[in-house]
């Protein structure tokens, strides 16, 4: 018993506390951050903290809700995916001291660091749209969303199953971890139609809250050309703020006349 007592002091005693770099988050931006300062920076100098033992490749929810992936196929061990040279803490940070360099873990360690990297992503909260959870849950062929791994398992059957009407897709009036993915998925679905034989009986429409197509003008310039051809109805500022499954109508908040609404009639 004393010999155990003592093994456990000693690696308690030996137990790292302070990294040159710390990253809260195991997801693709804080291992793609790991990666490229691990070839850089000596061993036991980058601490990565996350408890999840599973890490999942979020973009590629947008691929399941195309059919090219499942769920199931965007996830590994998490251990497998910790770059080498690294140190994975297995715990939550629930406090940045910045005035201290300092984390606070869930268990009540400390770790302290010379510099810091947040990559704890973002929350989806679909609570800012009224109806959506509802709609989300119960009517999961009409009304479905590639931002958790929960509702991507229900795209892609909604997309192959859908014969004619509306097919709206949004982007919101708040950040989201994806810029782009609101047009992959509707681009992808809209291929998905044409090899159904339904795109003759869809209007696709795309309703989003910015002033333009995308941000990069760059960009912008070659998706208006892509809607242009696909035939794709672009609306913009509006944003999503009710979801009505029984009747099956979106309602859109005009953003350059605040509180003014838009009703759009919806199959998908």
């Known amino acids: 018993m004393n010999s155990v007592y003592r093994i456990i002091v000693r690696r308690l005693s030996t137990q790292q506390n302070h990294y040159k770099l710390v990253i809260i988050g195991s997801g693709c931006g804080g291992l793609a951050c790991a990666s490229k300062f691990a070839k850089k920076l ?9 408890k999840n033992d599973t890490h999942v490749y979020q973009p590629g929810w947008t691929l399941a809700g195309a059919g090219l992936k ?4 965007l996830e590994k061990p998490q251990s497998e995916c910790i770059p080498q040279n690294t140190t994975w803490i297995q715990s939550y940070a629930n406090q940045v001291e910045p005035e201290k360099n300092l ?6 360690r400390k770790i302290t660091y010379d510099y810091l990297i947040v990559a704890a992503g973002i929350e989806i909260n679909f609570n800012r749209i009224k109806g959506a959870i509802d709609a989300l849950d119960n009517d999961p062929q009409h009304v479905v969303s590639i931002y958790t791994r929960k509702y991507a398992a229900n795209v892609y059957n909604a997309l192959n199953n859908f014969r004619s009407g509306q097919a709206i897709f949004t982007f919101p009036a708040t950040p989201i971890k994806c810029p782009g993915a609101p047009q992959k998925i509707m681009y992808l679905a809209e291929d998905l139609f044409r090899k ?8 696709v429409t795309y309703n989003t809250s910015l002033p333009v197509i995308f941000g990069v003008k760059k960009y912008a ?4 050309e892509i809607v242009k051809e696909r035939n794709i109805q672009l609306n913009t500022r509006l944003n999503l ?6 009747s099956k109508e979106a309602i859109f908040e005009n953003l350059d006349q605040p509180g003014t609404m838009k009703t759009f009639k919806y199959d998908l």
């Open 42 to 50: 000596p061993k036991d100098n980058i601490a990565i903290i996350d």
């Open 70 to 73: 499942t769920v199931d196929e």
């Open 103 to 108: 984390v606070q873990l869930d268990n009540g």
């Open 196 to 203: 159904n034989n339904v795109r003759d009986k869809t209007t």
């Open 221 to 224: 310039a070659a998706l208006m």
């Open 241 to 246: 703020v009710e979801v009505r499954a029984n």
